[in-house]
């Protein structure tokens, strides 16, 4: 290849890819909507034409503003008051995103906290807050949205993992396993509905720059940044790109998986 034909190349593949709306005429819930990683996937899929129920647990002024963005550039959002701990109310975000949509294609498990703790001093209740937000949260919509993905043959089912939940971190043991607990509920989900048309993957983040992250600063973030070959922190917006294609009609053979956009921490 000459130098001309290699610079050539090279432009190309920086190129912004096309503007597609490969999600035109779908619908989406997304939870945990108002603010980080949860904010830039409704942002990313509403701009490859999805209409997009932005839920929220307590931030609704937040999740206000990403359904008014949505709107403003011409697509379609609104902001719905969700406690993923309550399989009722997963089951009414569902049937609000079926109701005011008219379906839903694509449901993102995004809502959730996290815990630095060590094990010993975990409480049972903080235990099974976290098992209430990660694993019942995630069973209890999927549960509500499966039904009518598998009636029309097609949908996407998504869950934010992390990073933890697959190599474990030491003063985050339960939310390592929470994590964990949804790669292999993916893993499962997918095979069992994989002949109906329906992917199911998830998105296991390293490090994102977001307010659950705030605590890392000074030296334990350098620390960090040293075991991570980017040396950054990753951002929504990366996350959000990796979600908006498997969200897309591209991703139909991608299935079970666990994807880690991660920076190089975990090869
Ligand atoms: P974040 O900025 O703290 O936002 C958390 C979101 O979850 C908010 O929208 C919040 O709603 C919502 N939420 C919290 N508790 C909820 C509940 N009980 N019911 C419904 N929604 C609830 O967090 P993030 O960093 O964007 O994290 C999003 C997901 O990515 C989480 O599952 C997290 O575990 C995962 N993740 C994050 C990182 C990271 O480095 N940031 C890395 C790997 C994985 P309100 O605003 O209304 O309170």
Redesign the pocket.
């Known amino acids: 290849m000459t130098a001309a034909e290699t610079r050539e190349l090279a432009a190309a593949t920086q190129k912004p890819a096309a503007a597609t709306r490969e999600l035109a005429g779908q619908a989406a819930l997304v939870?945990?909507?108002?603010?980080?990683?949860?904010r830039a996937i409704a942002l990313e899929i509403a701009a490859a034409g999805a209409a997009v129920m932005v839920?929220?647990?307590?931030?609704r002024e937040?999740?206000e503003a990403v359904a008014a963005a949505i709107r403003a550039s011409g697509g379609e959002a609104a902001p719905f008051q969700?406690?993923?701990?309550d399989p009722a109310a997963c089951e009414a975000a569902v049937a609000a995103t079926v109701d005011r949509f008219g379906r839903i294609d694509v449901l993102v498990n995004?809502?959730?906290?996290?815990l630095e703790k060590l094990l010993v001093d975990t409480t049972p209740a903080e235990w099974a807050d976290l098992v209430a937000?990660?694993l019942t949260?995630m069973y209890a919509c999927t549960r509500a949205a499966l039904p009518h993905m598998v009636a029309r043959r097609y949908g996407r089912i998504i869950t934010?993992?992390?990073?933890w939940g697959i190599t474990g971190a030491a003063g985050e043991v339960a939310y390592s396993a929470v994590k964990a607990g949804q790669n292999g509920f993916t893993r499962a989900l997918a095979q069992e509905v994989g002949a109906f048309g329906v992917t199911v993957n998830a998105v296991a983040?390293?490090?994102?720059d977001?307010?659950?992250?705030s605590f890392l600063q000074g030296d334990d973030l350098e620390e960090w940044l040293r075991r991570v070959p980017a040396g950054r922190l990753g951002t929504?917006e990366e996350v959000a790109a990796l979600v908006r294609f498997l969200a897309g009609p591209r991703a139909g053979f991608i299935t079970g998986q666990v994807i880690s956009p991660n920076g190089g921490a975990v090869v």
């Open positions: 939870t945990g909507a108002s603010r980080g990683i949860g839920a929220y647990h307590r931030q937040k999740a969700l406690d993923v701990r995004n809502a959730g906290t996290a937000v990660h949260g934010i993992s992390s990073i983040p390293g490090a994102i977001t307010e659950m992250n929504p």
